[in-house]
T-cell receptor, first 109, second 113 residues
Framework: GQNIDQPTEMTATEGAIVQINCTYQ??????LFWYQQHAGEAPTFLSY??LDGLEEKGRFSSFLSRSKGYSYLLLKELQMKDSASYLC??????????WGAGTKLIIKP | IAGITQAPTSQILAAGRRMTLRCTQD?????MYWYRQDLGLGLRLIHY???????GKGEVPDGYSVSRANTDDFPLTLASAVPSQTSVYFC????????????FGSGTRLTVV
């Protein structure tokens, strides 16, 4: 079956750095996405990786290793507004998105 | 403002009743999706449509039906609601292209009692 694993919850301090990991086992791979979802709101697109390596976008970076079935989202200079759930999703061989359950990130002052 | 509009925002529905959740996009995206999101389970695909006139079943299609008469609209119907269909429902759309993420509507919170 297809499976995406990410930690249920993480806590970090304002101004610090946090890394959210995602491992996947899917039938085929056509890209990995990270989304941010604030409580009670819709998910919003953060990043996309299809080749191995690091993609940087401001305070957020996303890394992919296809051989290891592994990705991480790195958030730097954490702000209180970064408190949200972070969803990892993989596009499989049918080009359908398979979603992880999400990681709830709690930022403390 | 370009995006996806879902209606209603929330609804309390008696079990056994029929209900249609509406979804309209103005971005001319080809593909549209309906997801339900339950605590601890993440987003699960109910039905999808790759282009107007076609639909397909997702991971959890039972008890739901969809239609795609045109590019903009993708309604989701619960023929006879049951309490297990209590959830938050999100409609999403995407354009062709590998790197294009999905755009989501603001969601419908449905409670079946």
């Amino acid at each position: 079956g297809q499976n995406i694993d990410q930690p249920t919850e993480m806590t970090a301090t304002e101004g610090a750095i946090v890394q959210i990991n995602c491992t996947y086992q899917t039938s085929g791979f056509n890209g990995l996405f990270w989304y941010q979802q604030h409580a009670g709101e819709a998910p919003t697109f953060l990043s996309y990786n299809v080749l191995d390596g690091l993609e940087e976008k401001g305070r957020f970076s996303s890394f992919l290793s296809r051989s290891k079935g592994y990705s991480y989202l790195l958030l730097k200079e954490l702000q209180m507004k970064d408190s949200a759930s972070y969803l990892c999703a993989v596009k499989d061989s049918n080009y359908q998105l398979i979603w992880g359950a999400g990681t709830k990130l709690i930022i403390k002052p | 403002i370009a995006g996806i509009t879902q209606a209603p925002t929330s609804q309390i529905l008696a079990a056994g009743r029929r209900m249609t959740l509406r979804c309209t996009q103005d971005m001319r995206h080809n593909a549209m999706y309906w997801y339900r999101q339950d605590l601890g389970l993440g987003l699960r695909l109910i039905h999808y449509s790759n282009t107007a006139g076609t639909t397909g079943k997702g991971e959890v299609p039972d008890g739901y039906s969809v239609s795609r008469a045109n590019t903009d609209d993708f309604p989701l119907t619960l023929a006879s609601a049951v309490p297990s269909q209590t959830s938050v429902y999100f409609c999403a759309s995407s354009d062709s292209g590998e790197s294009y993420g999905y755009t989501f509507g603001s969601g419908t919170r449905l409670t079946v009692v």
